[in-house]
């Protein structure tokens, strides 16, 4: 019995990364924390809200309390003994309902801290689809077909990319590298990547391989972003701009 | 005459003073100014400057220096989250290194120490303030500032007026309450503690609502070290963000005292005055940026004034007698503002507040500027501020009671600048160009019309105070973070700048040194 108590407990991180909780909006807890989230509705919840965000009673999620908690020994008391000068009554409850209830909600704070600090891989696309696909495909022909092909470079483009990051891209792409063109002191030409610019040096890769530097004010070089445009973009895009293109390029499928 | 008539010229001296020679507090002196009187390191001789030694911290994990080095009678002292180097300040090497232990504290970054009479002030990541022997980096007291287990840390350099040293807290997940604690410096003893969220009996609780426990979560972090009028004897700081962070549903109301300016006593740590540069914020933009302290021309009139580039890319010229603002107008482009209000704040378009379907605002959360220090140049009249243009998507998830960020903003675009802003105009002057991305190395000016700083490709320039041309560069191996500074020793200026784990001290070679001597 012990031994298994200890084997649950050490398998606990494990589960709870398996199930990946970290970018989830809506979370799995464990069996303990469900039968304490049972035990929470029925005892502690007309004060504490059914979240245990606070009602009449105060947050627990935010505690301090809880922040110092170890599987119960701190809860565990003051279940027991109540609070009487602040008007909370103690509740007999046995070490098993106590520890459920102590897991519940050391796992609600855990994944309210969680989810505070990344964008959920589970939000759902409905709330991201306020736009209008047809103001999106206007936007699209007048601004973005001089570059882009929805049956060529865009084709099936909502299936490549995850929501977020398809939303992110129309407001600005990453990963695209500059060309560039270099023309050195002798006149001769070098074509390549542009690996490193600052205002002293540049940089390229040429097709074989190659890496070429140049002290910037001895040589001629024309660099090609193919961002430039979107840099313009980002400047003029509205909120509905973004909304309506989204709604548009997500119908790519 | 002479000395008197440039007194009156100059904007920006506070007293008649001899040229500062160490660096014994966070920004160099209490004004926030980072400027030295230093001229040995000028425009025409800065294309020679040198290495004179690096420092290797040899600590390979974390964050790297962020810190500002002090100088103190020929030691520097700076720092790393659970570290603290006492070096030489002519040869590089270790005089004494202290570790802290292991803990559970966010290991984002550690801004220096404070000093008073052989003692060192340290922040640590899990919030406890501990005093050091400056001689062996023994530990002479250690009090709590706040409790980590409730998502608390600590990184400023604290602050040393007289015998109050104060101390500003972090925390930005966990809906917390921010303070300014003021310490004993011999006894570690707490004097008193300032409140950034309002006691139910200050009207300014008013700004939140009523009969819920919003106000008691509501933020309001203090984690950039303020500024000193000894005159005035008024401590000036800049307080973070209202939480949850992106989603002000269950705020309503400006949130005072988050993303303010401060003006405190530092005997009692009551409140003069405050000024509001985000009211109800929700892009995390925190009003910590250095109040800087100038006393100058303000369109022909001498005052005393507070100069703030604030994150959310206003500039506010404030009266630092009575807190009024002179001048609020935006320094980085930005798209959420309105304009101002009668007193001077920002009012925010609604529209650009974050959403569930994701809003396009200028700048990021980053900020058009951040902890990055800030310069002003009395010379000049300028000031120097590391700046970003930058977008992001700002999302608020909009799912039952917000918590912590509440939801979370993806930063799209950023490109980085040195501009050089006229103060009583706002408008930029020159901005050199610091590349695309982020950069956050903090800015110093001196007498010899230079303006130090890094770029996001990790160079480390020298430009022109007048002008923003490069005049001399280094390339650093990385980004630098840890912000420039000057000081001199048997003669010699010295600039240092650390970028990762690395502190390098830069001067003019030894034998042009001597063929300058008279």
């Known amino acids: ?253 | 005459m002479t000395r008197m008539a440039l007194a009156v010229l100059s904007v920006g001296v506070v007293a008649a003073q001899i040229a500062r020679t160490d660096w014994p507090t966070y920004n160099g002196d209490f004004s926030g100014k980072r400027y030295s009187q230093l001229t040995q390191i000028d425009r025409k001789n800065v294309a020679m400057l040198g290495l004179v030694w690096a420092f290797q911290t040899d600590v390979n994990t974390g964050p790297g220096l962020k810190s500002t080095p002090l100088l103190v009678d020929g030691t520097l002292y700076f720092t790393e989250p659970d570290d603290v180097w006492a070096v030489d300040a002519r040869s590089g090497q270790q005089n004494w290194h202290y570790h802290y232990h292991a803990n559970e504290g966010l290991h984002i970054g550690q801004r220096g120490v404070g000093y008073y009479k052989g003692r060192l002030y340290f922040e640590t990541p899990d919030a406890h303030l501990l005093c050091l022997d400056a001689r062996t980096g023994e530990v002479q007291w250690d009090s709590v500032l706040a409790d980590v287990k409730l998502g608390y840390w600590a990184t400023m350099a604290p602050l040393v007026i007289r015998n109050h040293v104060l101390a500003g807290i972090s925390g930005d997940f966990n809906d917390l309450h921010g303070v300014i604690d003021s310490f004993d410096p011999e006894t570690g003893k707490l004097q008193w503690q300032w409140s950034a969220l309002p006691l139910p009996a200050d009207p300014a609780a008013r700004t939140w609502p009523a009969d819920t426990d919003a106000i008691q979560h509501g933020g309001g972090m203090t984690w950039i070290t303020g500024t000193y009028d000894p005159e005035l004897n008024l401590v000036y700081w800049g307080t973070a963000n209202p939480n949850p962070v992106l989603d002000g549903s269950t705020r309503p109301g400006a949130n005072l005292y988050t993303c303010s300016i401060v003006a405190l006593n530092p005997d009692t740590g009551k409140l003069a005055w405050y000024f509001q540069p985000s009211p109800h914020d929700v892009h995390d933009w925190d009003a910590v940026q250095t109040p800087v302290l100038v006393d100058g021309d303000f369109r022909g009139q001498k005052r005393k004034l507070l100069i703030q580039a604030s994150r959310n890319g206003y500039l506010f010229v404030l009266d630092r007698v009575s807190g009024k603002a002179l001048l609020s107008t935006p320094y980085e482009e930005s798209n959420w503002s309105s304009g101002v209000d009668q007193q001077g704040e920002p009012v925010a378009n609604r529209e650009k507040d974050p959403s569930p379907a994701g809003t396009l605002v200028e700048p990021d959360a980053i900020g058009a500027t951040n902890w990055m220090s800030p310069s002003f140049d009395p010379q000049t009249g300028l000031l120097y501020v590391d700046t970003h243009d930058s977008f992001s998507l700002y999302y608020a998830f909009g799912d039952g009671k917000p918590e912590g960020f509440g939801g979370r903003d993806l930063s799209v675009w950023s490109h980085g600048y040195l501009r050089a802003i006229e103060y009583q105009t706002g408008k930029t002057r020159w901005s050199h160009d610091l590349g695309s991305g982020w950069t956050w190395t903090g800015v110093l000016s001196t007498a010899g019309r230079l303006v130090f700083t890094g770029d996001v490709h990790g160079n480390i320039l020298a430009l022109d105070a007048n002008t923003g041309k490069t005049l001399w560069h280094t390339f650093a191996g990385g980004q630098a973070e840890a912000p420039p500074i000057t000081y001199e020793l048997d003669g010699r200026q010295y600039v240092l700048m650390g970028a990762h784990g690395v502190l390098f001290a830069f001067a003019l070679p030894e034998v042009l040194l001597e063929n300058l001597q008279p």
């Open chain 1, 1 to 253: 019995m012990q031994f298994f108590r200890t084997s649950v407990l050490l398998l606990l991180p494990a589960i709870l990364l398996a199930q990946d909780p970290d970018d989830k909006t809506q979370h799995e807890l464990t069996a303990s924390a469900q039968a304490g989230k049972k035990e929470f509705q029925q005892t502690c919840a007309f004060c504490h809200g059914p979240d245990a965000r606070g009602a009449s009673a105060p947050d627990l999620i935010r505690s301090s309390l809880l922040s110092h908690d170890v599987q119960g020994d701190l809860i565990g008391s003051v279940i027991r003994n109540g609070r009487p000068a602040k008007g909370m009554p103690s509740f007999q409850l046995s070490d098993p309902q106590i520890r459920a209830i102590a897991d519940f909600l050391h796992e609600e704070a855990s994944i309210a801290a969680s989810v505070s600090q990344k964008i959920p891989s589970d939000y759902p696309l409905q709330k991201l689809l306020v736009g209008n696909a047809s103001d999106g495909k206007a936007y699209f022909d007048a601004r973005c077909a001089s570059c882009h092909s929805t049956t060529g470079d865009l084709a099936h483009l909502a299936s490549k990319y995850k929501p977020f990051d398809l939303q992110t891209r129309i407001a600005f792409p990453s990963g695209v590298k500059p060309s560039i063109t270099v023309k050195d002191n002798r006149g001769e030409l070098f074509e390549g990547e542009l690996i490193y610019a600052d205002e002293f040096l540049v940089s390229l890769r040429d097709k074989d391989g190659w890496r070429h530097t140049w002290k910037r004010s001895t040589v001629k070089a024309d660099i090609h972003d193919p961002l430039a445009g979107h840099e313009k973009l980002l400047k003029t895009y509205t909120d509905k701009n973004v909304h309506d293109l989204f709604a548009y390029l997500e119908t790519l499928k």
